[in-house]
């Protein structure tokens, strides 16, 4: 059953990722839409919610012409287009949508020709993937150009150009200005602080932002080696692809935004690092729709008022956060920390930075897939915890699992319950973390039930349905504020 409250909250606020999930038909207009379709949103008296498109038809309610319920993610390969266009999306950001072929690739994993696959994303965000990609690459560009001083042609290539001579064109033809003139007239002011080998850049949010929540959260769960966590800032180590480096985010006092230093080893994949630090910090989130919502709850509305902008910490690594979540299971956050730790100093690479903190990368999922039982044992992890382990790293490194913003959470985490070892804990936490679905909720979660006053998993769950759908923020605040246990 669809809540109608929690639907018509998550309509209004255009949330992508409820995409899919319910539909909505106006009945002053006898027609049915997805939540993000761009028209204005109808009154709550007119709307009725439905699971799915065809109990939509079945309610006589017509098919909207604009966003077209039949693109929705969740139907057959064919139509799932917000889908396809948001994987498009993080493929151009990491740097895998150069060519035609690749195009063509991403087209096949929907079971989809390339020309199809150019038609819903020229449906879906009104341009084609051509044009997606230009203007990604620009608006990346331009920032780099008014915030850093690294070299235009670094700039070119970091932005996804492969020639100095192209990026120019495109920079003059767009923007009616060759770069250098931009550069000249935004001339980046020294970095001060930063080591000469990075740049710093500001990734923006809407306020408010509970930065400290934020950083006592990360600091808790840091893995030692790869995270490093203080009173001002958040680092690691990175690898992306054949890039190896390392970032350190704080706050910027200035503006609503979060200041990125990078080590230059990391330009080349910089729209991929950004991304990923957006979805760590939660950085697309509505603040003022989620609290409005939760203070609705007497329970929660204390919390809220409390921390306004507490956020739902992403993930920097699927994979990395998975073997977290695993050595998390049944033991005090410091215990899964310290196995961690040890679990880093065994398979992870050694890197050096300029933070002695930072010394290993995150173990990769084909290096743990190709460990013993025993391997793995032998740092104190019991061995169904170890067997648990090499089976997430075996899907992982198959491709079978995608840990990512860009997955399906109904998929990925039926795909997580058929891994040994792996409950519904786990697969509600990689729900909120890895996959970012504002919706998840860990019902047997020690700590929630027991603030919320010794429920029952199940009690847990209903209790949680005043909440959707924005659970996992609920679920933060509970962590955060309810019970001090």
């Keep these: 059953m669809i809540d109608p409250a929690s639907a018509y909250l998550a309509l209004t606020s255009r949330d992508a ?25 109808p009154q709550a008296q007119n709307c009725r919610f439905f699971a799915s498109a065809e109990a939509a038809e079945k309610a006589h309610f017509r098919p ?79 920032q780099l150009l008014s915030e850093t001083s690294l070299p235009i042609t670094e700039i ?28 000249r007239a935004l001339i980046a002011k020294p970095q001060s602080g930063q080591p000469g080998d990075s740049s710093t850049l500001l990734l923006s949010y809407r306020p408010p932002y509970d930065w400290t929540a934020m950083l006592d959260f990360l600091r808790l769960r840091a893995l030692a080696g790869v995270e490093y966590v203080d009173a001002d800032s958040y680092a690691r180590t990175v690898r992306l692809g054949a890039c190896r480096g390392w970032i350190r985010v704080t706050a910027s006092p200035k503006s609503s935004a979060l200041s990125v230093a990078f080590s230059h080893t990391l330009t080349p994949v910089l729209p991929a690092l950004l991304r990923r630090l957006r979805n760590l910090f939660d950085l697309s989130a509505r603040p003022d729709l989620i609290a409005a919502h939760l203070s609705q709850d007497p329970l929660l509305a204390a919390a809220v008022q409390a921390h306004p902008g507490l956020r739902v910490p992403g993930a920097f690594d699927g994979f990395e956060m998975a073997v977290r979540a695993i050595l998390g299971q049944q033991i005090t956050v410091k215990a899964a920390t310290t196995l961690g730790g040890r679990f880093v100093g065994a398979f992870g690479e050694a890197i050096d930075t300029p933070l002695p903190q930072l010394t290993r990368l995150s173990p990769q999922a ?82 929630v039930r027991n603030n919320l006053g010794g429920l029952t998993a ?28």
């Excluded at 063509?104 to 990609?133: D, H, K």
């Excluded at 199940?458 to 019970?483: F, N």
Aim: aromatic content about 8%; some cysteine; proline content about 6%.
């Design 366 to 447: 084909a290096t743990v897939a190709t460990c013993t039982v025993d391997q793995i044992a032998s740092l104190g992890i019991i061995s169904a915890r170890s067997r648990t382990l090499l089976a997430l790293a075996a899907a992982c490194a198959g491709g079978e699992l995608q840990l990512d913003a860009g997955s399906q959470p109904d998929v990925t985490t039926a795909l997580l319950l058929q891994l040994p070892g792996i409950g519904d804990w786990t697969a509600q936490y990689l729900a909120m973390r890895a996959l970012r679905w504002p919706d998840a909720f860990p019902a047997g979660d020690i700590v």
């Design 17 to 41: 990722r409820f995409d899919g999930v319910f539909y909505v038909g106006v009945t002053s207009t006898g027609i049915y839409c997805r939540p993000v379709c761009p028209v204005k949103p």
């Design 64 to 142: 909207c012409l604009r966003c077209r319920p039949e693109l929705a993610p969740g139907n057959a390969p064919v139509d799932r287009g917000s889908m396809i266009a948001e994987r498009l999306m993080q493929r151009i950001d990491e740097g895998l949508a150069e060519q035609v072929d690749s195009l063509e690739a991403i087209a096949a994993q929907f079971e989809l020709s390339l020309r199809q696959l150019r038609r819903i994303v020229q449906q879906q965000l009104g341009v084609s993937p051509q044009e997606l990609r230009q203007t990604r690459r620009l608006l990346l560009a331009k």
């Design 458 to 485: 199940k009690e847990a769950e209903a209790r949680s349905q005043a909440w959707r759908p924005w659970r996992s923020y609920a679920v933060m605040h509970i962590w955060k504020s309810l019970g001090k246990g």
């Design 156 to 183: 070119a290539f970091a932005s996804g150009f492969s020639s100095l001579r192209r990026f120019n064109a495109a920079f003059s033809s767009q923007y009616r200005m060759p770069p250098s003139r931009l550069r």
